[in-house]
């Protein structure tokens, strides 16, 4: 399959692979919504997106003390941590295959199953999870059987262009959004899309290549995975969900760049719709958005 995708790719011009993976999108994913055909879950005009960087261990604090001030939106493990029933999300965003794949390594699985069980049990308010359009949501609704929780899956692919005019017309179809590489960046484009004027964005560490080191003996690319709600550990970084491709250093370079760059589309996109970010995090390496404190 990879050889055939890569012989495709080789044969037609680069310009209409985001038209292509659209349409492989739009056939394939017939049960995902279109954001404009999505009724997003808003009590405050304000909104905190919690990242899963290291920072937010130092910020999580301050951000509790002004919980009823924001709505929230959460991404991946958040709700194993003890602060997910005090901010109560409206708004969770899984982007991860090892989240929905059923190729997934059993540590991957272990993790999830722990997570939407924690979901199905905790959570007594309303809350929208969002999905990729490609998600296979069913083994989230094996776990996830909570009326409170609406699983919706987007139907939304990755698109950029050096012609912002360009992003902003696809952007606003519902159907395109920036890369889909890191779950952050999808948190921020659908709290845009829920017409929140502000938002405040902590643990948006961004640090991972800071994280990276190549093994000087076997040339092997080692991380150090440090999360809020996690102890740090060290282990050689595969490609998910299966753990079983080795990553290079390009691809993961590749993939830090190409999330740095979605940040900026979507600070550009956030003005174009009159909405404000802040970056609140106590540590960060995006400079795509102004600095500030939560106040």
Known sequence: MNKIKSIVKFIIPQCWWPEISFFRHLLLSRDAKNLKKIKFLKTREDVIVLGNGPSLKNDMEKVVKNSNNYDFVCVNNFCTSPYYETIKPSK??????????????????????????????????????????????????????????????????????????????????????????????????????????????????LSFHKDIEVNQKN???????????????????????????????????????????????????????????ENCSSFSFIDAYIRNELV
């Open 92 to 205: 969770y965003i899984f982007l991860d295959d090892y989240f929905f794949s059923e190729n997934a390594h059993p540590d991957w699985i272990k993790q999830r199953e722990s997570t939407f069980k924690t979901i199905n049990e905790k959570t007594h308010w309303a809350m929208q999870v969002f999905l990729p359009p490609s998600a296979n949501d069913r083994i989230l609704k094996k776990f996830i059987k909570n009326t409170n929780v609406e699983i919706i899956k987007i139907k939304v692919v990755g698109y950029d262009n050096l012609i912002f005019k360009k992003i902003v017309q696809r952007f606003d179809t519902g159907y395109f959004g920036p890369y889909q590489g890191n779950v952050l960046i999808y948190a921020v484009y659908l709290s845009i899309w829920a017409k929140h004027k502000r938002i405040k964005i902590f643990g948006a560490d």
């Open 219 to 277: 040339n092997n690319v080692d991380i150090r995975f440090r999360h809020f709600n996690r102890e740090d550990h060290v282990e050689r970084l595969m490609k998910n969900p299966e753990k079983i491709h080795p990553f290079s250093m390009s691809e993961i370079m590749q993939t830090t760049a190409d999330s740095f760059r979605a940040h900026e589309l979507l600070n550009h996109y956030a003005i174009e719709k009159n909405v404000e970010i």
